[in-house]
């Protein structure tokens, strides 16, 4: 007998954008050595954020083609790791940060850290939010009115 039962819905494949984590010893020039490395396959970082410590250092970036940044990083022996993020438009940002915030807190989504575009795609600023669940927080934001900005709203 053949049972008919009801379809999962599948998960959402939202317009996250690709993180790279860069790990820079902690020397005078090491992230310019990153962008010019970018910069010679005309690639451009498009949202940076660097956090030291004594010894060295993690520059995480969003660039305009990530493919390849991936397979330059690689072919350059560059200490790097991935993950995705969700970039989210604010055409006001004093109001709208609040309420963005205030959405992520209802859903119980945990942001790990959040760091602004260097670019205004769309006219707009922007920001990228690291979350511990980036399903859940693009439903959210989504349902609450926002734009979730995709790798090809970012890149130029």
């Given at each position: 007998?053949?049972?008919?039962?009801?379809?999962?819905?599948?998960?959402m494949?939202?317009?996250?954008?690709?993180?790279?984590?860069?790990?820079?010893?902690?020397?005078?020039?090491?992230?310019?050595?990153?962008?010019?490395?970018?910069?010679?396959?005309?690639?451009?970082?498009?949202?940076?954020?660097?956090?030291?410590?004594?010894d060295?250092?993690?520059?995480?970036?969003?660039?305009?083609?990530?493919?390849?940044?991936?397979?330059?990083?690689?072919?350059?022996?560059?200490?790097?790791?991935?993950?995705?993020v969700?970039?989210?438009?604010?055409?006001?940002?004093?109001?709208?940060?609040?309420?963005l915030l205030?959405?992520?807190?209802?859903?119980?989504v945990?942001?790990?850290?959040?760091?602004?575009?260097?670019?205004?795609?769309?006219?707009?600023?922007?920001?990228?939010?690291?979350?511990?669940?980036?399903?859940?927080?693009?439903?959210?934001?989504?349902?609450?009115?926002?734009?979730?900005?995709?790798?090809?709203?970012?890149?130029?």
């Amino acid at each position: 007998m053949t049972v008919n039962l009801p379809e999962t819905t599948s998960k959402m494949e939202g317009p996250l954008v690709k993180q790279f984590s860069v790990f820079l010893p902690n020397k005078v020039g090491a992230m310019l050595e990153i962008v010019k490395l970018l910069n010679t396959q005309n690639t451009h970082v498009v949202a940076l954020s660097v956090s030291e410590s004594t010894d060295s250092a993690i520059a995480r970036i969003i660039a305009s083609d990530p493919a390849r940044v991936e397979n330059l990083f690689r072919e350059k022996n560059v200490p790097f790791g991935v993950s995705e993020v969700v970039v989210v438009e604010l055409r006001e940002v004093a109001t709208r940060l609040a309420k963005l915030l205030a959405a992520l807190v209802m859903a119980e989504v945990n942001v790990h850290f959040a760091y602004p575009l260097l670019i205004r795609p769309r006219g707009f600023a922007a920001i990228a939010l690291h979350v511990d669940d980036t399903e859940c927080a693009s439903s959210v934001l989504i349902g609450e009115g926002f734009k979730i900005l995709s790798q090809d709203d970012i890149s130029r």
